[in-house]
């Protein structure tokens, strides 16, 4: 266990909808990664906060966004889901030195249909 | 063009026998991070091993090991002792960035298959 946990596991949609996933780091850690892992694309980091504030933007869609809260934990937005947007999507975290390991999430499983 | 590079999509062992997982990088920071993550069929990742572009002595964690080469930019995972347990997606990743953001860029990762 990571210490990282993310709700929901699974989730079902249809085309059109908005989800959103949730992401609470490790105790003590200032930073939030996001990344996507489908079959065609691989794993992609998408964003990462540090204590609240946006860091680091990697090939996040406009149709997604994402913050973290005052209690550091993360909520990643996606919106006007389409079929493609079918992924593992997994929040990481660390302490917050760019050095520092990222330890990730169990994942939640979005499928589009 | 691809920055972490695994060339090998399948591997297969036997029990209690070595494996190395290869793993080539490309980057021009003088001081950057490699890591290795194990993905098992129920998904999550795990952290297994860590080394630093500064780091003389190559990294050691359990039975798993890095074999860090610096001038041909590679940083090998050895598995030594196979295991059942040790079937699994086995990704090999670099940090990019400084102190203002950072990301993990992965590799496409190489399946391990271990038998008995």
């Known amino acids: 266990d990571s210490g990282v946990t993310q709700t929901p596991k699974h989730l079902i949609t249809a085309t059109g909808q908005r989800v959103t996933l949730r992401c609470s780091p490790r105790s003590g850690d200032l930073s939030v990664y996001w990344y996507q892992q489908s079959l065609d694309q691989g794993l992609q980091f998408l964003i990462q906060y540090y204590n609240g504030e946006e860091r680091a933007k990697g090939n996040i869609l406009e149709r997604f966004s994402a913050q973290q809260f005052p209690d550091l934990h993360s909520e990643l937005n996606l919106s006007s889901l389409e079929l493609g947007d079918s992924a593992l999507y997994f929040c990481?975290?660390?302490?917050?030195?760019?050095?520092?390991?990222?330890?990730f999430g169990p994942g939640t499983r979005l499928l589009v249909l | 063009a691809q920055k972490i590079t695994q060339t090998q999509p399948g591997m297969f062992v036997q029990e209690k026998e070595a494996v190395t997982l290869d793993c080539t990088y490309d980057?021009?920071?003088?001081?950057?991070?490699l890591f290795w993550y194990k993905q098992p069929s129920s998904g999550e990742m795990i952290f297994l091993i860590y080394?630093?572009?500064?780091?003389?002595q190559n990294a050691t964690e359990g039975r798993y090991s890095l074999n860090f080469q610096k001038a041909r930019k590679s940083a090998n995972l050895v598995i030594s002792a196979s295991q059942l347990g040790d079937s699994a997606m086995y990704f090999c990743a670099m940090r990019e960035g400084d102190q203002a953001g950072t990301a993990l860029i992965f590799g496409k990762g190489t399946t391990l298959s271990v038998s008995s």
């Open positions: 990481a975290s660390s302490g917050g030195g760019f050095q520092e390991t990222q330890y």
């Open positions: 980057t021009s920071d003088q001081s950057y991070g």
């Open positions: 080394q630093g572009s500064y780091d003389e």
